[in-house]
Antibody
Framework: EVQLVESGGGLVQPGGSLRLSCAAS????????MNWVRQAPGKGLEWLSY????????YYAVSVKGRFTISRDNAMNTLSLQMNSLRAEDTAVYYC????????????????WGKGTTVTVS | DIQMTQSPSTLSASVGDRVTITCRAS??????LAWYQQKPGRAPKLLIY???SLGSGVPSRFSGSGSGTEFTLTISSLQPDDFATYYC?????????FGQGTKLEIK
């Protein structure tokens, strides 16, 4: 079964740091790009970051660029998100999602999602 | 950044109804549009990709259409399990962006 399991969420003070992890199983992790998406309480979905299969292409949303760092360990089938300088507005459920090639030069939709991990900045 | 605007924000309908949700992009996205369904406390689930291709295991009552900047998600005959929030998302260019969501409620 294809599965993504996030961990590492919790309560952190403003200005603090947290590292999220996403453990992948049931598929060849090293062949897929990955994303982080978050959802603040009662709000919509916000895409945060993308990393391709070999970590040579990385993109961030403006809201987290310079504070968050995405990375992956293909040997350990793990995706990570290092979050620094956290703010109250970073409070959200954080999802990892697999990127599936959708045609074009660099177009990937998100076909598999984890259940999410909750980050509270207060 | 490409802005995605969904309408309506809330939709009330009954089991068996045919419903349509619209998503407009601020510029052409070349059909690189996905639709997701999300239920409270659950992760989003892929319904449609490339504007009109059905995701794996998604019932055929869901369909997508559109091109350029205007897209629609149609549910041909609402089932009780379909009451949820629906999001469109463009994956034409980074940063990827979502619509604000459409909450489908039971009338």
């Amino acid at each position: 079964e294809v599965q993504l399991v996030e961990s590492g969420g919790g309560l952190v003070q403003p200005g603090g740091s947290l590292r999220l992890s996403c453990a992948a199983s049931g598929f060849t992790f090293s062949s897929y790009s990955m994303n982080w998406v978050r959802q603040a309480p009662g709000k919509g979905l916000e895409w945060l970051s993308y990393i391709n299969s070999v970590s040579s292409a990385i993109y961030y949303a403006v809201s987290v660029k310079g504070r968050f760092t995405i990375s992956r360990d293909n040997a350990m089938n793990t995706l990570s998100l290092q979050m620094n300088s956290l703010r109250a507005e970073d409070t959200a459920v954080y999802y990892c999602a697999r990127g599936f090639y959708g045609g074009g030069a660099n177009n990937f939709y998100m076909d598999v999602w984890g259940k999410g991990t909750t980050v509270t900045v207060s | 950044d490409i802005q995605m605007t969904q309408s309506p924000s809330t939709l009330s309908a009954s089991v068996g109804d045919r419903v349509t949700i619209t998503c407009r992009a601020s510029q052409s996205i070349s059909g690189f549009l996905a639709w997701y369904q999300q239920k409270p406390g659950r992760a989003p689930k892929l319904l449609i990709y490339k504007a009109s291709s059905l995701g794996s295991g998604v019932p055929s009552r869901f369909s997508g259409s559109g091109s350029g900047t205007e897209f629609t998600l149609t549910i041909s005959s609402l089932q009780p399990d379909d009451f949820a929030t629906y999001y469109c998302q463009q994956y034409n260019s980074y940063p990827y962006t979502f619509g604000q969501g459409t909450k489908l409620e039971i009338k």
